[in-house]
């Protein structure tokens, strides 16, 4: 974790002062992969603590961090480009970056690894591309965030075409979603002490996959849409966490390098997503969206509650 805010905070540095475009998006490229590091280290710390009580309440707080950042971290990001110009963002997240580096180093140390846990960087990825259910288990993570971003990079478009709400106006529905999302990624620590992991996945699949269905059919009144998107971005942000367990208890002795493809499906369904739906929107208007990840995340919640994941 230190290490990648190390790599965040210095490559947020280099943005700032960076003299051309192309350095600055390398600049950019790098700080990114600190960020890609800080990821799977922190599920995996989370993972790491000694009782399930202390686990399922560290990686709900954990997966929280993702719509909470939407919630806070986009509008004061946008609050201090438009106060003191787009560099100033960069300096931001640099000082959230080092702060929390400090707050890390106040945190226990972990045990260190026997060296016959230890393997080499090809062995490791031999053995996660090896293993079917392993597979399985990131194609669920893949689906769901494929889908999940798809339709949150549009929801402004959706509100706007289908209200006829400006484009500022229309943003506002992303409150719901980080409001919601925190409250559901809290939440789902409760559940999964009583329902294990499995089960709380695909709980949360199902309600984003109801939400999906509903939401095309919303347009009848605004609150309605509202309603139903607060659904989907509960089900969206509930099942996380466990998936996070799942994916931590499938080879204990890989348990980093799990959760580091795990964040790899993330990330890619997060690029797939929005390019698949975007296309989708231009064909069929935001209706035909929500559609498309309707089946993208049927397809998901079948394969959650098809494959032999670990409780």
């Known amino acids: 974790m230190l290490l990648g805010l190390a790599v965040f905070a210095v490559a947020a540095g280099a943005c700032i002062v960076a003299p051309t475009l192309p350095l600055l998006i390398l600049a950019r490229a790098i700080n990114g992969l600190g960020a890609a590091i800080v990821l799977p280290a922190t599920f995996a710390y989370a993972a790491d603590l000694p009782s399930p009580a202390e686990r399922n309440r560290a990686m709900g707080i954990a997966v929280s961090a993702f719509p909470l950042s939407n919630l806070i971290g986009l509008p004061i990001g ?8 787009w560099k100033a963002a960069f300096g931001f997240i640099a ?21 016959a846990a230890r393997r080499g960087y090809l062995d490791a990825y031999r053995t996660v591309l090896g293993d079917r259910r392993a597979l399985g288990v990131l194609f669920v993570t893949f689906a769901w965030f494929a889908g999940s971003m798809g339709l949150f990079i549009y929801l402004g478009e959706f509100f706007h075409e289908k209200f006829g709400l400006a484009i500022a106006q229309a943003g506002l529905a992303y409150l719901v979603v980080g409001v ?3 409250a559901a990624s809290r939440l789902s ?8 992991a499995r089960r709380t996945v695909i709980l949360g699949i199902s309600a984003f996959v109801l939400g999906a ?27 996380q966490p466990g998936q996070q367990m799942i994916v931590a208890s499938l080879n204990p002795g890989l348990r980093g390098t799990m959760l ?5 499906a993330l990330n890619f369904g997060g690029v797939v997503g929005p390019i698949a739906t975007g296309q989708v929107l231009a064909w069929g208007g935001a209706v035909l969206i929500t559609i498309t990840v309707l089946f993208l995340n049927i397809g998901a919640r079948a394969l959650a509650a098809w494959s032999t994941f670990k409780q």
């Not at 946008?78 to 110009?85: D, E, I, P, R």
């Not at 620590?189 to 294990?196: A, H, Y």
């Open 78 to 85: 946008a609050l201090v480009t438009g106060l003191f110009g």
């Open 189 to 196: 620590s409760r559940f999964l002490q009583v329902l294990g």
């Open 213 to 239: 269905f509903v939401l095309p059919w919303t347009v009848i009144a605004l609150p309605v849409a509202l309603v139903t998107l607060a659904f989907w971005a509960f089900g969206t942000w509930f099942g």
């Open 95 to 115: 000082l959230v970056a080092i702060v929390a580096a400090l707050l890390i180093r106040r945190l226990p140390e972990e045990l260190p690894a026997s060296a």
């Open 260 to 264: 580091a493809f795990n964040g790899s």
């Open 180 to 182: 919601v999302g925190v």
